[in-house]
C-alpha cells in the first residue's frame, strides 16, 4: 500500500510536451493589491488597477489548484514575460499552460513552460514562458 | 497627485544608474507570498523538507524575490522614468534565503521608439545583491514612458 504521507508526484520523466492545462479562475480584489502593495511598498496603483506583477505571481499558484500531482521542482531558473493588458479589480483571471521543450540534465531536467494568463472576456493580459528545474524519477 | 515632477521619456538617459535600499526578506514575507499568490511548494513552506534538499532550508519565491526588487527600485527612481511594465527578461541565479538581505542595481540601458507615439520606451538592467555581494537575480525590463507633450 502506498505511503500516504508521501504525496504523489510529478517528475520530469512524466512531464509530456504540448498538452494543454487550464486551471481554474480566481476574480482579483482590492484586497490583493492592499496585500501586494504591503508586502513589496511599490508605487501605489490607480484606483481599480491591479499591480502588474500580481497576476503573473497568480499565476503560480493556479497551477497548484488543478488535480493532478505537483511537479517536483528543484529551482525556478528563469522566465520571459510580456505584460499586454491591464487587469482590473473584479477581472476574473486563470491561466492556461503548456510544456514546449525539455532537456535532460546530470541532475534533473530542464522543463520550458509556455504561459498566458487570460481574463473572463478570454483576452491574453499576460504571456510568456518559464524555465524550470525539475527533478528525475528516484530509483525504485 | 504625489507632488513629484513628472519625468517624461526624454528626461532618462542611457547610462543613469540607481541603487535601492536594502530589505531583509523574512519568513513573515514568504508566508505572505505563500498565500497571496497560492503557490505553497515545498520549496518556501516545508523546513523539514528542505534540510534534505540542495539549499538546505526553505528559499523564497523567485517571484518574491522579483516582487521585492520592483518595490525596491520604485523607492529611489524618480517618477514614472520607470513606468508600468511592458515585459521582463529574468533570471534565478541563486537562492533567496530567510535573513537575506538584499539591494537592486539598476541601469538604464536602452531607450527606443514604442508602439505609440506618445511614448517611448526603456530599457533597464537589474540585479538583485545580497548581503555577501552574490547576484541572485538578474535580468531585464522594458517600460513604456510618456513622452513630453508638444
Known sequence: MPDPRVERRVYFEDVQMNVPLETPGVTLTDT?????????????????????????????????????????????????????????????????????AKRSMKEGGVVVEERSILNQRDEIVQSGRLTLLVAKRPPA | MSGEPTVYFEDVKVGDEYTSPGRTVTEADIVIFAGLSGDYNVLHTDAEHMKASLFGERIAHGLLGLSIQQGLLDRVVPGQAVGPLASVKWKFKGPIKIGDTIHVLARVAAKKDGEQPAAGVVTVERRVVNQRGEVVQEGETDHVVARRPA
Open chain 1, 32 to 100: 490583493h493589491t492592499a496585500l501586494f502593495g504591503s508586502l513589496t511598498l511599490g508605487r501605489p496603483a490607480d484606483p481599480g488597477v491591479i499591480p502588474e506583477l500580481i497576476p503573473l505571481c497568480m499565476s503560480s499558484g493556479l497551477g497548484w489548484r488543478v488535480p493532478q500531482p505537483p511537479l517536483v521542482v528543484l529551482a525556478f531558473m528563469g522566465f520571459e514575460w510580456r505584460f499586454l493588458k491591464p487587469s482590473r479589480v473584479g477581472d476574473t483571471i486563470r491561466s492556461v499552460s503548456k510544456t514546449v
